[in-house]
T-cell receptor, first 111, second 114 residues
């Protein structure tokens, strides 16, 4: 069954046009939620870990937030170099490093 | 510091052949993971080593897949015999602790079974 759902599947923005990506999960016993960035031909690159509802993390133009049912990745004034696939993943208690990934959102930022 | 290294980057084999993928984790990382992404699907967990021991192999699809981690250093993933549905990108990741606070991924091996 789908446990992690990301939307939209693809997003095209103009440089400077802020937007948000969504990651919703339908599971209980969540220990943490992760955001990764993946460039073509590369492996996922860690961005953030969120553990509890209300938590927020920021890095440059990116800000990740977490509620009880979903997470948002806000992108403020994006640049073309922010173009990538953004992956959301969750991990349960007692599951160690077994991440459950969503399908990702492919972001394209045009100059 | 060197990252997670995977070899080969691409492999094209025929159905029924054997392929071995290799992963060298970051030095000092006891935890090593294998994941794969098949066409159109999300990245899925295959298994997790802690040093040389298999901690969790619940994601291994069937007994055609064999993973080893000799001496708790590098790991190999062998597929024998390969089937068409095994095509995809195989990622290796490593971390310092078991909590998966931060996994470091390799660039993956693109496997094509014809």
């Amino acid at each position: 069954e789908d446990q992690v759902t990301q939307s939209p599947e693809a997003l095209r923005l103009q440089e400077g046009e802020s937007s948000s990506l969504n990651c919703s999960y339908t599971v209980s016993g969540l220990r943490g939620l992760f955001w990764y960035r993946q460039d073509p031909g590369k492996g996922p690159e860690f961005l953030f870990t969120l553990y509890s509802a209300g938590e927020e993390k920021e890095k440059e133009r990116l800000k990740a937030t977490l509620t009880k049912k979903e997470s948002f990745l806000h992108i403020t004034a994006p640049k073309p170099e922010d173009s990538a696939t953004y992956l959301c993943a969750v991990v349960f208690y007692n599951q160690g490093g077994k991440l459950i990934f969503g399908q990702g959102t492919e972001l394209s930022v045009k100059p | 510091e060197a990252g997670v290294t995977q070899f080969p980057s691409h492999s094209v084999i025929e159905k029924g052949q054997t392929v071995t993928l290799r992963c060298d984790p970051i030095s000092g990382h006891d935890n090593l993971y294998w994941y794969r992404r098949v066409m159109g699907k999300e990245i899925k967990f295959l298994l997790h080593f802690v040093k040389e021991s298999k901690q969790d192999e619940s994601g291994m699809p069937n007994n055609r897949f064999l993973a080893e981690r000799t001496g708790g250093t590098y790991s190999t993933l062998k597929v024998q015999p390969a089937e068409l549905e095994d095509s995809g990108v195989y990622f290796c990741a490593s971390s310092q602790d078991i909590s998966a606070e931060k996994l470091f991924f390799g660039s993956g091996t693109q496997l094509s079974v014809l």
